[in-house]
């Protein structure tokens, strides 16, 4: 699976939250706004749980939580990106979060450790990191995360994305 397949504008949003259990809130209204299936509170029980067994902090001010449901789509990926930077429990003062990018993956997705490798190599270049906590814009931060992924041009990718 092609990263950028996942990966939709509309769920790219700049976090008014200061925490990062606030962030994961905004996250989920996005993502789950036209899947009434999926319930945000049980999403969120779920992403804490796993936070709570291990952090999912890459470093670099960058949060990867992700969790596995019952959901018939195979993949949902939100990004938030926080300019002032979010607190978080086990980071030091001065590494505040600046980006999360929230995996939801189907309980049937066979590639899902793969899927989460990619995102997590790609979001430990610091180059990129940069990039997209710099962007004046999210359809900026938006264009610049699809190059990253060395896919499609942004263009491109808004016609053949999966909502």
Known sequence: MRLEQIITRNRVVELR?????????????????????????????????????????LGQGVSLPHVRVKMKRRYILAIGRSRLGLRHDGNKEEERIRLV????????????????????RLMKEPELVES????????????RLVGGLGGLRPVQAQQNRVN
Not at 29 to 34: E, G, L, N, R
Not at 132 to 143: E, F, N, Q, T
């Open 101 to 120: 990018v929230m995996l939801i993956a189907g309980e049937n997705a066979r590639d899902y450790l793969q899927v989460l490798a990619s995102v997590a």
């Open 132 to 143: 997209l906590a710099a962007a004046p814009d999210l359809g900026a931060l938006y264009s």
């Open 17 to 57: 939250s200061l925490d990062l259990e606030g962030a994961l809130q905004e996250l989920l209204t996005v993502s789950v706004s036209k899947f009434p299936d999926l319930k945000p509170e049980a999403l969120l029980r779920g992403i804490l749980a796993r936070e709570s067994t291990m952090t999912t902090y």
